[in-house]
């Protein structure tokens, strides 16, 4: 089946402790891309990815590092979280970088940094 | 500047009224595709459907169907006959060809829809 998979799907943790989020898809696809969604703010791109070790800032890239070393795979790494992290997190991902499809999104992941 | 822009950010109707979600974008690029997310109370995203520039047929699946209008920048999507189950939050996007490699998204329109 083809999907996004990310994990952990729900997280609480404290500040300043080192989290990864995984982001995993089995579709081949070029493009890989992280938002955030907040209450009013709908979702904002974080970091996105065009291919292997090529990775860009979106808008709201503050606190927040990737890596792309495999196609299938892109983490989000907060280094030392901060309460103003405290999110709803999805992966996305898109066969390539002109975008002409829709978005292949994950399931999501609550994070909560107190 | 591109931008989506979902006015609505809470409706309620009754069980079986029609309803509306509209979504106004901006953009000056000529090639761009406009997307309907669907986010239930389980929080994952749900694709509803794609429409590019060049195509402004207007679509209808089921009770769903959508109006995509260039001369007033606008895809609003309507429920007919709503049920329980439309409840959710839905999400307007917008990519382009231009080099942003961005989904712009609106901030989104709370449906919900009382038995």
């Known amino acids: 089946e083809a999907q996004v998979t990310q994990n952990p799907r729900y997280l609480i943790t404290v500040t300043g402790k080192k989290l990864t989020v995984t982001c995993s898809q089995n579709?081949?696809?070029?493009?890989m891309s992280w938002y955030r969604q907040d209450p009013g703010l709908g979702l904002r791109q974080i970091y996105y990815?065009?291919?292997?070790?090529?990775?860009d800032k979106g808008d709201v890239p503050e606190g927040y590092k990737v890596s792309r070393k495999e196609k299938r795979n892109f983490p989000l790494i907060l280094e030392s979280p901060s309460p103003n992290q405290t999110s709803l997190y999805f992966c996305?991902?898109?066969?390539?970088?002109?975008?002409?499809?829709?978005?292949?999104f994950g399931q999501g992941t609550r994070l909560t940094v107190v | 500047a591109q931008k989506v822009t979902q006015a609505q950010t809470e409706i309620s109707v009754v069980e079986k009224e029609d309803v509306t979600l509209d979504c106004v974008y901006e953009?000056?690029?000529?090639?761009?595709?406009l997307f309907w997310y669907k986010q239930p109370p389980s929080g994952e995203l749900v694709f509803l459907i794609r429409?590019?520039?060049?195509?402004?047929q207007n679509e209808i699946s089921g009770r769903y169907s959508w109006n995509f209008q260039k001369s007033t920048s606008s895809f609003n999507f309507t429920i007919t006959a709503s049920q329980v189950v439309d409840s959710a939050v839905y999400f307007c996007?917008?990519?382009?060809?231009?080099?942003?490699?961005?989904?712009?998204f609106g901030t989104g329109t709370r449906l919900k829809v009382l038995a």
């Open positions: 996305a991902s898109s066969p390539n970088r002109n975008l002409n499809t829709e978005a292949f």
């Open positions: 579709m081949n696809h070029e493009y």
């Open positions: 990815s065009m291919n292997v070790e090529v990775t």
């Open positions: 953009t000056r690029d000529t090639t761009y595709y």
């Open positions: 429409r590019n520039s060049f195509d402004e």
């Open positions: 996007a917008l990519s382009t060809t231009s080099g942003t490699y961005k989904y712009i």
